[in-house]
């Protein structure tokens, strides 16, 4: 774990922002936060400590793309399995999905949100992922 | 050189893709191209060869971001100096916006470009980069 943290470090291109204090009542664990661009897309990059993820929720009046940049995590779509994600993953979660993504438990995470259009659409956020789900997964 | 370009192996984190055959005729030098996401945004990973850079072109009904991931590079446009650019650095190019980017003279370069909307807006072809205003930049 250690070394995959160091490596995390070392492997995060875009500059971890600060904790994400703001969004801190829809995570589980600690989640740092960078807003790359808030023009033409509205872009971040989000970085989750091992173990963190977001709670299930959905982005409505918006289609969102996470590009995975550094450690290993995961993202699921409500009704299906968990994915595991690794650096260079491309997820695109539709509008209107009922979806999660975060860490594994035991390295850090990083990804670019893109979120299209820029403008604030809103984010329903949901119930937390349970521990019982999130600790079936490797 | 030879340094950099390993570092630059080492260090892309999207597939490079193919070579750029069908934009060669906008490029001076050698690129590579992906494509991560065809939905929500146009989103690819594009890879400069040591001094390879496009045409000088505008995006038109468009804004595009650029998200450097790896090598060193440049963004100018027109009128204004050239911006050296490494990774982690995010560049906005407005919609209409004559402008060029590209590889250092000595190191391979890579960047995302995000395009909105996904929908193929219109790019305008206009002249190389000369290699005298090029040659110009370290």
């Not at 774990?1 to 703001?22: H, L, S, T, V, Y």
């Not at 993202?75 to 993504?101: F, M, N, R, Y």
Request: proline content about 6%.
């Amino acid at each position: 774990m250690k070394q995959q943290d160091d490596n995390m470090q070392g492997g995060a291109i875009f500059p971890r922002g600060k904790k994400n204090d703001a969004y801190a009542q829809y995570f589980t664990g600690a989640s740092y936060q960078n807003v790359l661009s808030t023009e033409i897309a509205y872009i971040r990059n989000v970085t989750f400590e091992p173990g963190c993820r977001n709670f299930w929720h959905i982005h409505h009046q918006c289609g969102q793309i996470l590009l995975v940049t550094a450690g290993r995590g995961w993202c699921q779509e409500w009704g299906k399995p968990a994915k595991e994600l690794h650096p260079g993953d491309v997820v695109s979660i539709p509008q209107g999905t009922k979806h999660w993504h975060g860490a594994a438990k035991d390295c850090w995470f990083a990804h670019l949100s893109v979120i299209v259009p820029a403008e604030g659409a809103p984010i329903e956020w949901l119930e937390p992922v349970s521990d019982e789900e999130y600790n079936r997964l490797r």
